[in-house]
């Protein structure tokens, strides 16, 4: 579980810090070349199940420790290289963690309400 400020993820797989400079930090995860399923959990109502990326080797997740920055953009990669995003995204991580599951087939991004774990613990 990686913990910082308001920003969580919970990962199979491992967590690199590549820039920390004042306030923002950019996060490393190899995932290595994998198909990976995204899913929302609720937070967009019409998108029936998940989305998802075949072939990405990498996440860059770039966060700031700002209070009045609660935005982190998640960068999918085909290399180790940032000109290599396949997609990315922003989310709000204030009221969310970032779940990050090693399946026996593809790997399991969820975006979860922090409520909605707190009342699993």
């Given at each position: 579980m990686y913990n910082k400020g308001k920003f969580c993820i919970d990962s199979d797989f491992e967590i690199r810090t590549v820039r920390e400079e004042g306030n923002d930090?950019?996060?490393f995860?190899?995932?290595g070349n994998?198909?990976?399923n995204l899913y929302f959990d609720d937070n967009i109502k019409p998108?029936?199940?998940r989305m998802q990326f075949s072939i990405v080797r990498n996440?860059?997740?770039r966060?700031?420790?700002d209070a009045e920055n609660n935005i982190a953009t998640i960068h999918m990669l085909r290399s180790i290289d940032l000109h290599s995003s396949v997609v990315n995204f922003e989310?709000?991580?204030r009221n969310h963690v970032i779940e990050i599951k090693d399946r026996e087939y593809f790997v399991e991004m969820r975006i979860i309400n922090k409520e909605a774990v707190d009342?699993?613990?």
């Open positions: 930090i950019d996060l995860i190899p995932i994998r198909t990976l998108l029936y199940s996440l860059i997740i966060y700031s420790l989310i709000d991580y009342k699993l613990i």
